[in-house]
């Protein structure tokens, strides 16, 4: 059974730091990009990052260029996002998710398999 598991969600600070970490397993196929989503409130679910597996190409919403980071280790079937100079309106459930076939943007319907989230607030 596929499952991808976040971890590393919390509370932290205007202009703090917090990284995240997704865990795959149960993968019968190599998957061709990782990304990271996230929902507010009251928001529908948008794509902050993603990166490609095959040559490590990755892409970011504008919100997030500059402060946030993806990283992949293949080895271990895991990925991160980095998140640094953290704002209030970075406040959301942050989800994993894998793609089976060429990602070449953020859009949801990229990406096949999905965790359930971390919750990260951003507040003083």
């Known amino acids: 059974q596929e499952q991808l598991v976040e971890s590393g969600g919390g509370l932290v600070q205007p202009g703090g730091s917090l990284k995240l970490s997704c865990a795959a397993s149960?993968?019968?196929?190599?998957?061709?990009?990782m990304g990271w989503f996230r929902q507010a409130p009251d928001k529908a679910r948008e794509g902050i990052s993603y990166i490609r597996t095959g040559d490590e190409t990755t892409d970011y919403a504008d919100s997030v260029k500059g402060r946030f980071t993806i990283s992949i280790n293949k080895a271990k079937n895991m990925v991160f996002l980095q998140m640094n100079n953290l704002k209030p309106e970075d406040t959301a459930v942050y989800y994993c998710a894998a793609a089976s076939d060429y990602v070449d943007s953020l859009a949801m319907h990229d990406f096949d398999y999905w965790g359930q989230g971390t919750q990260v607030t951003v507040s003083s």
């Open positions: 149960g993968f019968s196929f190599d998957y061709t990009a």
